[in-house]
RNA sequence: UGACCGAUGGUGUAACUGGCAACACGUCUGAUUUUGAUUCAGAAGAGUCCAGGUUCGAGCCCUGGUCGGUCAACCA
Protein backbone atom coordinates (compact mmCIF):
# COMPACT_ATOMS: atom_id res chain seq x y z
CA UNK A 1 0.00 0.00 0.00
CA UNK A 2 2.68 2.66 -0.57
CA UNK A 3 0.78 4.56 -3.47
CA UNK A 4 -1.25 6.86 -2.40
CA UNK A 5 -4.68 6.83 -3.99
CA UNK A 6 -7.89 9.00 -3.26
CA UNK A 7 -10.63 7.03 -1.72
CA UNK A 8 -12.82 4.44 -3.85
CA UNK A 9 -16.44 4.66 -3.72
CA UNK A 10 -17.02 2.47 -0.70
CA UNK A 11 -14.46 4.05 1.25
CA UNK A 12 -16.30 7.40 0.48
CA UNK A 13 -19.77 5.77 1.62
CA UNK A 14 -18.13 4.30 4.59
CA UNK A 15 -16.84 7.48 5.64
CA UNK A 16 -20.00 9.24 5.19
CA UNK A 17 -21.82 6.08 7.40
CA UNK A 18 -19.41 6.64 10.25
CA UNK A 19 -19.68 10.18 10.11
CA UNK A 20 -23.00 10.23 10.78
CA UNK A 21 -22.73 7.61 13.68
CA UNK A 22 -24.53 4.82 11.41
CA UNK A 23 -24.04 1.90 13.65
CA UNK A 24 -22.98 3.84 16.41
CA UNK A 25 -19.48 4.63 13.79
CA UNK A 26 -19.03 0.57 14.03
CA UNK A 27 -17.39 -0.63 10.85
CA UNK A 28 -17.37 -4.83 10.19
CA UNK A 29 -16.90 -6.35 7.27
CA UNK A 30 -16.84 -10.00 6.11
CA UNK A 31 -14.84 -12.20 3.83
CA UNK A 32 -17.30 -15.00 2.40
CA UNK A 33 -15.56 -17.35 0.43
CA UNK A 34 -17.08 -20.79 -0.59
CA UNK A 35 -14.82 -23.31 0.42
CA UNK A 36 -14.79 -25.61 -2.93
CA UNK A 37 -11.72 -24.52 -4.13
CA UNK A 38 -8.41 -22.23 -3.89
CA UNK A 39 -8.34 -18.18 -3.99
CA UNK A 40 -7.33 -16.68 -7.01
CA UNK A 41 -5.71 -13.41 -7.38
CA UNK A 42 -9.45 -11.98 -7.71
CA UNK A 43 -10.16 -13.06 -4.42
CA UNK A 44 -7.69 -11.03 -3.06
CA UNK A 45 -8.44 -7.78 -5.05
CA UNK A 46 -11.58 -8.82 -2.37
CA UNK A 47 -9.52 -9.78 0.71
CA UNK A 48 -7.59 -6.38 0.36
CA UNK A 49 -11.25 -4.06 0.02
CA UNK A 50 -12.83 -6.04 2.85
CA UNK A 51 -9.99 -6.37 5.46
CA UNK A 52 -8.51 -3.18 4.13
CA UNK A 53 -11.33 -0.88 4.32
CA UNK A 54 -12.00 -1.96 7.65
CA UNK A 55 -8.78 -1.55 9.20
CA UNK A 56 -8.93 2.37 7.81
CA UNK A 57 -11.93 3.10 9.75
CA UNK A 58 -11.12 1.29 13.03
CA UNK A 59 -13.10 -1.89 12.46
CA UNK A 60 -12.88 -5.72 11.74
CA UNK A 61 -13.83 -8.18 9.02
CA UNK A 62 -15.13 -11.77 9.71
CA UNK A 63 -13.98 -14.74 7.79
CA UNK A 64 -17.03 -16.30 7.01
CA UNK A 65 -17.38 -19.63 4.81
CA UNK A 66 -20.05 -20.09 2.80
CA UNK A 67 -20.78 -23.63 3.09
CA UNK A 68 -24.16 -24.30 2.23
CA UNK A 69 -23.97 -27.01 -0.56
CA UNK A 70 -22.16 -30.16 0.96
CA UNK A 71 -21.45 -31.86 -2.20
CA UNK A 72 -18.83 -29.21 -3.32
CA UNK A 73 -17.30 -28.13 0.05
CA UNK A 74 -14.09 -29.86 1.24
CA UNK A 75 -12.10 -29.23 4.73
CA UNK A 76 -8.64 -29.04 2.44
CA UNK A 77 -10.11 -25.56 1.03
CA UNK A 78 -11.16 -24.22 4.12
CA UNK A 79 -6.60 -25.07 5.15
CA UNK A 80 -6.20 -23.36 2.05
CA UNK A 81 -7.82 -20.44 2.51
CA UNK A 82 -7.24 -19.52 5.57
CA UNK A 83 -3.45 -19.95 4.31
CA UNK A 84 -3.79 -17.54 1.56
CA UNK A 85 -5.67 -14.82 3.81
CA UNK A 86 -2.85 -15.67 6.39
CA UNK A 87 0.26 -15.02 4.09
CA UNK A 88 -1.71 -12.02 2.08
CA UNK A 89 -1.19 -10.64 6.03
CA UNK A 90 -4.64 -9.68 7.12
CA UNK A 91 -6.60 -11.22 10.29
CA UNK A 92 -9.60 -11.80 10.54
CA UNK A 93 -11.91 -10.82 14.02
CA UNK A 94 -13.69 -14.44 13.90
CA UNK A 95 -13.58 -17.33 12.01
CA UNK A 96 -17.06 -18.08 11.34
CA UNK A 97 -19.34 -20.83 9.05
CA UNK A 98 -22.56 -20.54 7.50
CA UNK A 99 -23.11 -24.06 8.85
CA UNK A 100 -22.65 -22.44 12.49
CA UNK A 101 -26.21 -20.54 11.87
CA UNK A 102 -28.09 -23.76 10.26
CA UNK A 103 -30.48 -24.26 13.14
CA UNK A 104 -31.23 -20.36 13.18
CA UNK A 105 -31.95 -20.17 9.72
CA UNK A 106 -34.29 -23.41 10.04
CA UNK A 107 -36.10 -21.30 12.67
CA UNK A 108 -35.74 -18.22 10.13
CA UNK A 109 -37.62 -20.56 7.55
CA UNK A 110 -40.11 -21.15 9.95
CA UNK A 111 -40.94 -17.82 11.01
CA UNK A 112 -41.15 -17.32 7.20
CA UNK A 113 -44.23 -19.85 6.75
CA UNK A 114 -45.79 -19.30 10.08
CA UNK A 115 -46.12 -15.27 7.99
CA UNK A 116 -47.19 -17.20 5.41
CA UNK A 117 -44.17 -15.80 3.56
CA UNK A 118 -43.19 -19.49 2.52
CA UNK A 119 -44.38 -22.87 1.08
CA UNK A 120 -43.07 -26.25 0.73
CA UNK A 121 -43.35 -27.13 -3.13
CA UNK A 122 -43.80 -30.24 -4.73
CA UNK A 123 -42.78 -29.60 -7.89
CA UNK A 124 -39.80 -30.89 -9.30
CA UNK A 125 -36.88 -28.72 -11.05
CA UNK A 126 -37.92 -28.85 -14.14
CA UNK A 127 -41.58 -27.92 -13.32
CA UNK A 128 -40.52 -24.95 -11.03
CA UNK A 129 -37.78 -23.83 -13.83
CA UNK A 130 -41.04 -23.87 -16.35
CA UNK A 131 -43.11 -22.12 -14.36
CA UNK A 132 -40.09 -19.93 -13.51
CA UNK A 133 -40.76 -17.51 -16.51
CA UNK A 134 -37.87 -15.97 -18.95
CA UNK A 135 -36.50 -12.42 -17.93
CA UNK A 136 -39.41 -11.05 -20.65
CA UNK A 137 -42.18 -13.19 -19.81
CA UNK A 138 -43.83 -13.50 -16.45
CA UNK A 139 -44.16 -16.87 -14.27
CA UNK A 140 -46.69 -18.84 -13.37
CA UNK A 141 -47.44 -19.61 -9.60
CA UNK A 142 -46.97 -23.40 -8.18
CA UNK A 143 -50.35 -25.34 -7.60
CA UNK A 144 -48.93 -25.73 -4.38
CA UNK A 145 -48.43 -22.13 -3.57
CA UNK A 146 -51.76 -21.87 -1.23
CA UNK A 147 -51.19 -24.93 0.74
CA UNK A 148 -52.04 -24.12 4.70
CA UNK A 149 -49.23 -22.63 7.22
CA UNK A 150 -50.37 -25.89 9.10
CA UNK A 151 -49.12 -27.91 6.56
CA UNK A 152 -46.04 -25.96 5.22
CA UNK A 153 -45.07 -26.57 8.78
CA UNK A 154 -45.76 -29.90 8.95
CA UNK A 155 -44.34 -30.67 5.64
CA UNK A 156 -41.08 -28.59 6.55
CA UNK A 157 -40.70 -30.72 9.52
CA UNK A 158 -40.72 -33.97 7.73
CA UNK A 159 -38.01 -32.65 5.02
CA UNK A 160 -36.02 -31.55 8.12
CA UNK A 161 -36.62 -35.13 9.68
CA UNK A 162 -35.57 -36.84 6.39
CA UNK A 163 -38.67 -38.18 5.42
CA UNK A 164 -38.62 -37.28 1.96
CA UNK A 165 -35.67 -38.15 -1.06
CA UNK A 166 -33.63 -35.45 -2.15
CA UNK A 167 -35.10 -33.12 -5.08
CA UNK A 168 -38.58 -34.45 -3.83
CA UNK A 169 -39.56 -31.26 -2.13
CA UNK A 170 -38.31 -27.60 -1.66
CA UNK A 171 -39.08 -24.76 0.64
CA UNK A 172 -39.81 -21.67 -1.37
CA UNK A 173 -40.59 -17.47 -0.42
CA UNK A 174 -44.09 -16.99 -1.45
CA UNK A 175 -42.92 -13.42 -3.02
CA UNK A 176 -43.92 -12.31 -6.66
CA UNK A 177 -43.90 -14.73 -9.73
CA UNK A 178 -44.62 -11.74 -12.01
CA UNK A 179 -41.89 -9.92 -10.62
CA UNK A 180 -39.47 -8.01 -13.40
CA UNK A 181 -36.90 -9.43 -10.63
CA UNK A 182 -36.15 -13.11 -11.17
CA UNK A 183 -34.97 -13.41 -8.05
CA UNK A 184 -38.30 -12.34 -6.30
CA UNK A 185 -40.07 -15.50 -8.36
CA UNK A 186 -40.71 -17.02 -5.21
CA UNK A 187 -37.19 -18.60 -5.20
CA UNK A 188 -36.24 -21.56 -3.32
CA UNK A 189 -34.99 -21.41 0.31
CA UNK A 190 -34.13 -24.95 1.10
CA UNK A 191 -33.54 -28.08 -0.51
CA UNK A 192 -32.92 -31.60 0.45
CA UNK A 193 -29.53 -32.81 0.41
CA UNK A 194 -29.00 -36.32 1.72
CA UNK A 195 -25.15 -35.66 2.02
CA UNK A 196 -22.62 -35.09 4.66
CA UNK A 197 -21.68 -31.88 5.53
CA UNK A 198 -18.28 -31.29 6.08
CA UNK A 199 -18.50 -29.52 9.90
CA UNK A 200 -22.14 -31.25 10.07
CA UNK A 201 -21.78 -34.19 9.14
CA UNK A 202 -25.09 -36.00 8.60
CA UNK A 203 -26.94 -33.74 11.21
CA UNK A 204 -28.96 -31.89 8.59
CA UNK A 205 -30.01 -32.91 5.08
CA UNK A 206 -31.80 -30.30 4.33
CA UNK A 207 -29.20 -26.60 3.38
CA UNK A 208 -30.60 -23.22 3.02
CA UNK A 209 -29.70 -21.58 -0.59
CA UNK A 210 -27.19 -18.93 -0.81
CA UNK A 211 -30.00 -16.35 -0.92
CA UNK A 212 -31.87 -17.19 2.57
CA UNK A 213 -28.37 -17.95 4.19
CA UNK A 214 -25.75 -14.79 3.41
CA UNK A 215 -28.21 -12.09 4.25
CA UNK A 216 -29.34 -13.33 7.88
CA UNK A 217 -25.27 -14.45 8.29
CA UNK A 218 -24.32 -10.97 7.54
CA UNK A 219 -27.21 -9.98 9.66
CA UNK A 220 -26.50 -12.62 12.70
CA UNK A 221 -22.89 -11.10 12.66
CA UNK A 222 -24.20 -7.39 12.53
CA UNK A 223 -22.32 -6.80 9.50
CA UNK A 224 -22.29 -3.29 8.88
CA UNK A 225 -21.47 -3.00 5.37
CA UNK A 226 -21.46 -6.21 3.05
CA UNK A 227 -19.25 -6.27 0.43
CA UNK A 228 -19.36 -8.17 -2.81
CA UNK A 229 -19.40 -8.69 -6.47
CA UNK A 230 -22.02 -6.87 -8.93
CA UNK A 231 -23.19 -9.93 -10.12
CA UNK A 232 -24.91 -10.37 -6.86
CA UNK A 233 -26.62 -6.64 -7.67
CA UNK A 234 -29.97 -8.24 -8.65
CA UNK A 235 -29.80 -10.29 -5.37
CA UNK A 236 -29.97 -7.31 -3.53
CA UNK A 237 -33.60 -6.63 -2.93
CA UNK A 238 -33.68 -10.15 -1.71
CA UNK A 239 -31.46 -10.07 0.67
CA UNK A 240 -33.39 -6.78 1.84
CA UNK A 241 -36.42 -8.45 1.70
CA UNK A 242 -35.62 -11.22 3.72
CA UNK A 243 -34.10 -9.03 6.27
CA UNK A 244 -37.03 -6.44 6.60
CA UNK A 245 -39.50 -9.74 6.64
CA UNK A 246 -37.29 -11.27 9.53
CA UNK A 247 -37.10 -7.99 11.28
CA UNK A 248 -33.06 -8.30 11.72
CA UNK A 249 -30.00 -6.90 11.97
CA UNK A 250 -29.99 -4.01 8.96
CA UNK A 251 -26.92 -5.41 6.97
CA UNK A 252 -26.10 -3.54 3.44
CA UNK A 253 -25.05 -4.72 0.42
CA UNK A 254 -23.09 -3.23 -2.05
CA UNK A 255 -20.81 -4.64 -4.92
CA UNK A 256 -17.89 -3.63 -6.99
CA UNK A 257 -16.54 -4.66 -9.91
CA UNK A 258 -14.74 -8.12 -10.05
CA UNK A 259 -10.86 -7.92 -11.20
CA UNK A 260 -10.34 -9.56 -13.95
CA UNK A 261 -6.83 -10.18 -15.67
CA UNK A 262 -5.89 -10.66 -19.33
CA UNK A 263 -4.24 -14.09 -20.38
CA UNK A 264 -5.94 -15.95 -17.69
CA UNK A 265 -8.93 -17.68 -16.47
CA UNK A 266 -10.52 -16.08 -13.12
CA UNK A 267 -13.25 -18.45 -12.05
CA UNK A 268 -13.01 -21.42 -9.64
CA UNK A 269 -15.09 -23.65 -11.81
CA UNK A 270 -13.01 -23.12 -14.69
CA UNK A 271 -9.50 -23.48 -12.98
CA UNK A 272 -11.13 -26.54 -11.44
CA UNK A 273 -11.46 -27.74 -14.72
CA UNK A 274 -7.66 -26.88 -15.63
CA UNK A 275 -6.41 -28.91 -12.21
CA UNK A 276 -8.73 -32.35 -13.15
CA UNK A 277 -8.02 -32.20 -16.57
CA UNK A 278 -4.10 -31.92 -15.66
CA UNK A 279 -3.62 -28.94 -18.33
CA UNK A 280 -1.87 -27.93 -14.63
CA UNK A 281 0.16 -29.62 -12.37
CA UNK A 282 -2.54 -28.56 -9.55
CA UNK A 283 -4.34 -25.91 -7.59
CA UNK A 284 -0.72 -24.19 -6.98
CA UNK A 285 1.03 -24.94 -10.16
CA UNK A 286 2.65 -21.43 -11.14
CA UNK A 287 1.02 -20.86 -13.86
CA UNK A 288 -2.21 -20.43 -12.14
CA UNK A 289 -3.54 -17.37 -11.09
CA UNK A 290 -4.24 -18.81 -7.74
CA UNK A 291 -2.80 -17.25 -4.54
CA UNK A 292 -1.02 -20.13 -3.80
CA UNK A 293 0.65 -20.16 -7.07
CA UNK A 294 1.75 -17.13 -7.16
CA UNK A 295 3.16 -17.78 -3.15
CA UNK A 296 4.87 -20.68 -4.94
CA UNK A 297 6.14 -18.47 -7.97
CA UNK A 298 7.57 -15.98 -5.68
CA UNK A 299 5.22 -13.74 -5.64
CA UNK A 300 5.41 -11.55 -2.34
CA UNK A 301 2.54 -10.47 -0.11
CA UNK A 302 3.04 -7.12 -0.39
CA UNK A 303 3.40 -6.94 -4.36
CA UNK A 304 0.15 -8.32 -3.96
CA UNK A 305 -1.46 -6.00 -1.93
CA UNK A 306 0.09 -3.43 -3.51
CA UNK A 307 -1.23 -4.45 -7.11
CA UNK A 308 -4.74 -4.67 -5.31
CA UNK A 309 -4.36 -1.19 -4.37
CA UNK A 310 -3.53 0.08 -8.00
CA UNK A 311 -6.09 -1.64 -9.71
CA UNK A 312 -8.70 0.51 -7.70
CA UNK A 313 -12.33 -0.18 -6.90
CA UNK A 314 -15.00 0.85 -9.24
CA UNK A 315 -18.41 -0.52 -10.71
CA UNK A 316 -17.66 -1.37 -14.37
CA UNK A 317 -15.93 -4.42 -15.28
CA UNK A 318 -12.36 -4.07 -16.24
CA UNK A 319 -9.58 -6.49 -17.57
CA UNK A 320 -6.25 -5.72 -15.86
CA UNK A 321 -2.85 -6.00 -18.03
CA UNK A 322 -1.29 -9.02 -16.47
CA UNK A 323 1.85 -7.06 -16.81
CA UNK A 324 0.64 -4.71 -14.08
CA UNK A 325 1.06 -7.28 -11.36
CA UNK A 326 4.64 -8.29 -13.14
CA UNK A 327 5.13 -4.46 -12.42
CA UNK A 328 4.08 -4.75 -8.59
CA UNK A 329 6.44 -8.11 -7.99
CA UNK A 330 9.35 -6.52 -10.19
CA UNK A 331 9.55 -3.10 -7.56
CA UNK A 332 9.42 -5.34 -4.59
CA UNK A 333 11.59 -7.99 -5.45
CA UNK A 334 13.90 -5.39 -6.55
CA UNK A 335 13.98 -4.07 -3.20
CA UNK A 336 14.61 -7.23 -1.65
CA UNK A 337 16.41 -10.09 -3.64
CA UNK A 338 19.18 -10.73 -3.22
CA UNK A 339 21.61 -10.68 -6.86
CA UNK A 340 23.00 -14.15 -7.32
CA UNK A 341 24.70 -15.86 -10.59
CA UNK A 342 23.26 -18.25 -12.61
CA UNK A 343 24.11 -19.41 -15.70
CA UNK A 344 20.86 -20.72 -17.62
CA UNK A 345 21.86 -22.38 -20.89
CA UNK A 346 25.55 -22.99 -19.91
CA UNK A 347 28.46 -22.20 -22.37
CA UNK A 348 31.88 -23.24 -21.31
CA UNK A 349 34.80 -20.81 -21.29
CA UNK A 350 38.05 -21.79 -20.77
CA UNK A 351 40.63 -18.72 -19.62
CA UNK A 352 43.80 -19.54 -21.30
CA UNK A 353 46.14 -17.13 -19.30
CA UNK A 354 44.53 -18.14 -15.91
CA UNK A 355 46.31 -20.93 -13.99
CA UNK A 356 45.56 -23.76 -13.85
CA UNK A 357 44.17 -25.57 -10.77
CA UNK A 358 44.48 -21.93 -9.15
CA UNK A 359 40.96 -20.19 -7.94
CA UNK A 360 40.37 -17.34 -6.23
CA UNK A 361 37.31 -15.84 -4.08
CA UNK A 362 36.12 -12.50 -5.53
CA UNK A 363 33.97 -10.23 -3.46
CA UNK A 364 30.20 -9.38 -4.85
CA UNK A 365 27.46 -7.34 -3.83
CA UNK A 366 24.47 -9.37 -2.71
CA UNK A 367 22.02 -6.56 -3.57
CA UNK A 368 23.01 -2.53 -5.11
CA UNK A 369 19.65 -1.41 -4.27
CA UNK A 370 20.18 -2.13 -0.84
CA UNK A 371 23.64 -1.02 1.60
CA UNK A 372 22.39 -2.90 4.81
CA UNK A 373 22.70 -6.41 2.41
CA UNK A 374 26.34 -7.12 2.49
CA UNK A 375 28.78 -8.56 0.27
CA UNK A 376 29.38 -12.20 -0.43
CA UNK A 377 32.56 -14.04 -1.93
CA UNK A 378 32.53 -16.28 -4.80
CA UNK A 379 35.39 -18.49 -6.22
CA UNK A 380 36.61 -17.86 -9.94
CA UNK A 381 39.04 -20.30 -11.72
CA UNK A 382 39.85 -21.16 -15.19
CA UNK A 383 37.31 -22.85 -16.40
CA UNK A 384 33.78 -20.89 -16.08
CA UNK A 385 30.15 -21.50 -17.45
CA UNK A 386 28.43 -18.03 -19.26
CA UNK A 387 25.16 -17.57 -20.86
CA UNK A 388 25.12 -19.42 -24.44
CA UNK A 389 23.35 -16.25 -26.07
CA UNK A 390 26.05 -13.77 -23.99
CA UNK A 391 28.04 -14.97 -27.49
CA UNK A 392 27.38 -14.65 -31.17
CA UNK A 393 29.77 -15.80 -33.63
CA UNK A 394 28.81 -12.64 -36.06
CA UNK A 395 27.64 -10.15 -33.50
CA UNK A 396 24.52 -8.14 -34.74
CA UNK A 397 24.97 -4.81 -34.13
CA UNK A 398 24.59 -3.07 -30.81
CA UNK A 399 25.25 -6.66 -29.67
CA UNK A 400 27.49 -5.53 -27.10
CA UNK A 401 28.47 -9.40 -24.91
CA UNK A 402 31.21 -11.70 -26.18
CA UNK A 403 32.32 -12.34 -30.13
CA UNK A 404 35.25 -13.74 -31.34
CA UNK A 405 38.51 -10.54 -30.71
CA UNK A 406 35.84 -8.60 -28.74
CA UNK A 407 35.97 -8.06 -24.76
CA UNK A 408 33.28 -7.80 -22.13
CA UNK A 409 33.31 -7.61 -18.05
CA UNK A 410 32.49 -10.39 -16.15
CA UNK A 411 30.47 -9.38 -13.63
CA UNK A 412 32.42 -8.63 -10.09
CA UNK A 413 35.34 -10.32 -11.60
CA UNK A 414 37.52 -9.40 -14.77
CA UNK A 415 37.62 -7.89 -18.18
CA UNK A 416 37.87 -11.36 -20.78
CA UNK A 417 38.75 -11.35 -24.42
CA UNK A 418 37.95 -13.98 -26.12
CA UNK A 419 40.29 -15.60 -28.26
CA UNK A 420 38.77 -18.52 -30.17
CA UNK A 421 35.53 -20.76 -29.97
CA UNK A 422 34.72 -24.30 -30.40
CA UNK A 423 31.96 -26.05 -32.38
CA UNK A 424 30.01 -29.38 -32.57
CA UNK A 425 29.02 -30.81 -35.67
CA UNK A 426 25.35 -29.37 -35.47
CA UNK A 427 26.84 -25.91 -36.02
CA UNK A 428 26.33 -24.95 -32.17
CA UNK A 429 29.01 -22.90 -30.49
CA UNK A 430 30.35 -25.87 -27.36
CA UNK A 431 33.73 -23.60 -25.89
CA UNK A 432 34.59 -20.37 -25.76
CA UNK A 433 39.04 -19.77 -25.31
CA UNK A 434 39.89 -16.39 -23.93
CA UNK A 435 42.21 -14.71 -21.99
CA UNK A 436 41.63 -12.28 -19.50
CA UNK A 437 43.09 -8.88 -18.14
CA UNK A 438 44.58 -9.49 -14.91
CA UNK A 439 45.03 -6.22 -13.74
CA UNK A 440 40.83 -5.15 -14.32
CA UNK A 441 39.67 -6.69 -11.68
CA UNK A 442 36.79 -5.43 -9.86
CA UNK A 443 37.24 -2.75 -7.74
CA UNK A 444 40.96 -2.29 -8.44
CA UNK A 445 41.16 -2.07 -11.86
CA UNK A 446 44.27 -0.43 -13.34
CA UNK A 447 43.31 -1.41 -17.02
CA UNK A 448 42.38 1.32 -18.35
CA UNK A 449 40.06 -0.28 -20.52
CA UNK A 450 36.26 0.68 -21.02
CA UNK A 451 34.00 -1.74 -22.05
CA UNK A 452 30.04 -1.66 -22.83
CA UNK A 453 28.93 -5.29 -21.96
CA UNK A 454 28.91 -7.04 -18.23
CA UNK A 455 27.85 -10.51 -18.38
CA UNK A 456 27.25 -13.00 -15.43
CA UNK A 457 29.27 -16.67 -14.83
CA UNK A 458 29.93 -19.15 -12.89
CA UNK A 459 33.34 -21.16 -11.88
CA UNK A 460 32.88 -24.35 -13.43
CA UNK A 461 34.12 -26.50 -10.76
CA UNK A 462 32.59 -25.07 -8.16
CA UNK A 463 29.28 -24.54 -10.00
CA UNK A 464 25.93 -26.48 -8.58
CA UNK A 465 23.81 -28.04 -11.29
CA UNK A 466 19.35 -27.01 -11.26
CA UNK A 467 16.49 -27.49 -12.79
CA UNK A 468 15.01 -23.91 -13.89
CA UNK A 469 11.35 -23.64 -14.50
CA UNK A 470 10.29 -20.56 -16.68
CA UNK A 471 6.71 -19.96 -17.30
CA UNK A 472 4.87 -17.84 -19.68
CA UNK A 473 1.21 -16.87 -19.86
CA UNK A 474 -0.96 -19.94 -19.44
CA UNK A 475 -3.45 -19.01 -22.46
CA UNK A 476 -2.53 -17.42 -25.87
CA UNK A 477 -5.64 -14.93 -25.98
CA UNK A 478 -6.48 -12.09 -23.50
CA UNK A 479 -9.57 -12.81 -22.74
CA UNK A 480 -9.91 -16.60 -23.17
CA UNK A 481 -13.85 -16.91 -21.56
CA UNK A 482 -15.34 -14.95 -24.33
CA UNK A 483 -13.32 -16.36 -27.39
CA UNK A 484 -15.25 -19.05 -29.74
CA UNK A 485 -15.41 -22.05 -28.43
CA UNK A 486 -14.37 -24.04 -25.24
CA UNK A 487 -11.76 -22.04 -23.07
CA UNK A 488 -8.94 -24.83 -22.82
CA UNK A 489 -8.67 -24.75 -26.62
CA UNK A 490 -6.51 -21.33 -25.80
CA UNK A 491 -3.83 -22.81 -23.89
CA UNK A 492 -0.55 -22.06 -24.25
CA UNK A 493 1.16 -24.94 -24.94
CA UNK A 494 4.68 -23.51 -24.20
CA UNK A 495 3.77 -21.97 -21.01
CA UNK A 496 6.64 -24.40 -19.06
CA UNK A 497 10.36 -24.64 -20.22
CA UNK A 498 12.19 -26.71 -18.05
CA UNK A 499 15.75 -26.34 -18.34
CA UNK A 500 17.84 -29.22 -16.82
CA UNK A 501 20.91 -27.90 -16.96
CA UNK A 502 21.89 -24.84 -15.41
CA UNK A 503 24.38 -23.90 -13.07
CA UNK A 504 24.35 -21.67 -10.07
CA UNK A 505 26.77 -20.17 -8.10
CA UNK A 506 27.85 -21.85 -4.96
CA UNK A 507 26.17 -19.98 -2.59
CA UNK A 508 22.59 -21.23 -3.59
CA UNK A 509 22.94 -24.95 -2.13
CA UNK A 510 21.63 -23.21 1.08
CA UNK A 511 18.39 -21.85 -0.92
CA UNK A 512 14.90 -22.59 0.50
CA UNK A 513 11.88 -21.80 -0.54
CA UNK A 514 10.46 -19.20 0.23
CA UNK A 515 13.76 -17.45 -0.27
CA UNK A 516 13.84 -14.34 -3.13
CA UNK A 517 16.99 -13.80 -5.57
CA UNK A 518 17.67 -12.13 -8.49
CA UNK A 519 19.50 -14.34 -11.45
CA UNK A 520 21.26 -11.30 -12.62
CA UNK A 521 20.57 -9.98 -16.10
CA UNK A 522 18.04 -12.77 -15.99
CA UNK A 523 14.62 -12.28 -13.72
CA UNK A 524 13.81 -13.15 -10.29
CA UNK A 525 14.16 -16.83 -9.29
CA UNK A 526 12.94 -18.87 -5.99
CA UNK A 527 13.48 -22.23 -4.75
CA UNK A 528 10.18 -24.51 -5.44
CA UNK A 529 8.38 -26.44 -2.84
CA UNK A 530 10.19 -29.34 -5.26
CA UNK A 531 13.54 -28.12 -4.10
CA UNK A 532 15.85 -30.09 -1.90
CA UNK A 533 19.72 -29.91 -1.21
CA UNK A 534 20.24 -32.97 -3.69
CA UNK A 535 18.49 -31.74 -6.43
CA UNK A 536 18.15 -27.86 -6.43
CA UNK A 537 14.96 -26.41 -8.61
CA UNK A 538 14.05 -22.93 -9.45
CA UNK A 539 10.88 -20.99 -10.42
CA UNK A 540 11.81 -17.98 -12.28
CA UNK A 541 8.92 -15.43 -10.72
CA UNK A 542 9.02 -12.45 -13.45
CA UNK A 543 11.64 -11.87 -15.86
CA UNK A 544 13.66 -8.58 -15.90
CA UNK A 545 12.27 -5.93 -17.49
CA UNK A 546 14.81 -6.09 -20.95
CA UNK A 547 14.47 -3.34 -23.90
CA UNK A 548 17.44 -5.55 -25.44
CA UNK A 549 14.70 -8.20 -26.73
CA UNK A 550 12.78 -5.40 -27.77
CA UNK A 551 15.31 -3.66 -29.88
CA UNK A 552 16.18 -6.70 -31.08
CA UNK A 553 11.94 -7.86 -32.53
CA UNK A 554 11.96 -4.67 -33.81
C1' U B 1 -39.88 -7.16 -26.72
C1' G B 2 -38.26 -6.90 -19.27
C1' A B 3 -35.46 -5.24 -14.88
C1' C B 4 -30.97 -3.55 -12.93
C1' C B 5 -25.93 -1.69 -13.64
C1' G B 6 -22.10 0.62 -16.41
C1' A B 7 -19.50 3.89 -20.34
C1' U B 8 -13.06 9.12 -19.19
C1' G B 9 -5.80 8.13 -23.34
C1' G B 10 -3.70 1.22 -25.22
C1' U B 11 -5.01 -0.56 -19.76
C1' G B 12 -6.81 0.78 -14.92
C1' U B 13 -8.34 4.61 -11.73
C1' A B 14 -9.01 10.25 -10.50
C1' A B 15 -11.19 15.05 -11.26
C1' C B 16 -12.16 19.19 -4.33
C1' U B 17 -19.40 17.13 -6.02
C1' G B 18 -20.73 22.39 -12.22
C1' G B 19 -15.00 25.86 -13.27
C1' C B 20 -11.79 24.19 -19.83
C1' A B 21 -9.14 16.22 -17.77
C1' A B 22 -4.87 14.15 -13.44
C1' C B 23 -2.12 9.76 -11.59
C1' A B 24 -0.19 4.83 -12.37
C1' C B 25 1.08 0.88 -15.80
C1' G B 26 2.44 0.60 -20.86
C1' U B 27 4.87 3.15 -25.17
C1' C B 28 8.82 6.46 -27.08
C1' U B 29 13.37 9.71 -26.38
C1' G B 30 17.82 10.89 -23.67
C1' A B 31 21.34 10.55 -19.24
C1' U B 32 23.65 7.42 -15.61
C1' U B 33 24.95 2.29 -14.78
C1' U B 34 30.43 -3.51 -13.47
C1' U B 35 22.74 -6.37 -14.16
C1' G B 36 20.75 -3.96 -21.85
C1' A B 37 17.97 -4.19 -14.57
C1' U B 38 17.48 -0.15 -11.18
C1' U B 39 17.62 5.22 -11.02
C1' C B 40 16.98 10.03 -13.32
C1' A B 41 15.14 13.67 -17.04
C1' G B 42 11.63 14.34 -20.80
C1' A B 43 7.81 13.22 -24.73
C1' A B 44 3.67 11.35 -27.28
C1' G B 45 -1.21 9.73 -26.39
C1' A B 46 -8.18 11.11 -24.37
C1' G B 47 -11.38 16.45 -25.00
C1' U B 48 -14.71 12.26 -21.39
C1' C B 49 -20.12 6.70 -26.13
C1' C B 50 -23.81 9.75 -29.33
C1' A B 51 -27.66 13.62 -29.85
C1' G B 52 -30.30 17.28 -27.61
C1' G B 53 -31.32 20.30 -23.12
C1' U B 54 -30.34 23.28 -18.41
C1' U B 55 -26.32 26.82 -17.22
C1' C B 56 -22.06 32.39 -17.92
C1' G B 57 -19.83 27.49 -17.79
C1' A B 58 -21.15 20.16 -18.17
C1' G B 59 -16.83 14.42 -17.82
C1' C B 60 -20.12 15.63 -13.62
C1' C B 61 -27.27 17.68 -13.82
C1' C B 62 -31.86 16.41 -17.25
C1' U B 63 -34.08 13.80 -21.69
C1' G B 64 -33.63 10.31 -25.57
C1' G B 65 -30.57 6.93 -27.97
C1' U B 66 -26.13 3.53 -28.76
C1' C B 67 -22.97 -0.02 -26.94
C1' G B 68 -21.43 -3.41 -22.98
C1' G B 69 -22.49 -6.36 -18.52
C1' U B 70 -25.79 -9.03 -15.11
C1' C B 71 -30.37 -11.89 -14.10
C1' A B 72 -34.30 -17.47 -16.33
C1' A B 73 -28.71 -23.45 -11.15
C1' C B 74 -32.74 -27.49 -5.90
C1' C B 75 -24.44 -23.20 -7.39
C1' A B 76 -22.24 -19.28 -4.63
Not at 62 to 82: A, G, M, Q
Not at 432 to 453: F, H, M
Amino acid sequence: MSTEKGPNFLAEIIAEDVKNGKHGGRVLTRFPPEPNGYLHIGHSKSICLNFGIAQQFGGKTNLRFDDTNPEKEETEYVESIKADIKWLGFEWANEFYASDYFSKLYAFAVRLIEKNLAYVDDSSAEEIANMKGTPTTPGMESPYRLRTTEENLDLFARMRKGEFKDGEKVLRARIDMTSPNMHFRDPILYRIKHTDHHRTGSEWCIYPMYDFAHGQSDAIEEITHSICTLEFEVHRPLYEWFISKLELFPSHQYEFARLNLNYTVMSKRKLLQLVNDKHVSGWDDPRMPTISALRRRGYTPESIRNFAERVGVARRENIIDVGLLEFCVREDLNKKATRVMAVLDPLKMIIENYPEGKSEMLTTDNNTEDEKAGTREIPFSRELFIEADDFMETPEKKFFRLAPGKMVRLKSAFIVECTDFEKYENGKVSLIRARYVPESKSGQDTSGLQVKGVIHWVSAQHAVPAEIRLYERLFNVEDPSSEEGDFKEYINPDSLHILKNAMLEPSLKESKPGMLYQFMRKGYFTPDKDSSAEKLVFNRTVTLKDSFVKETTK
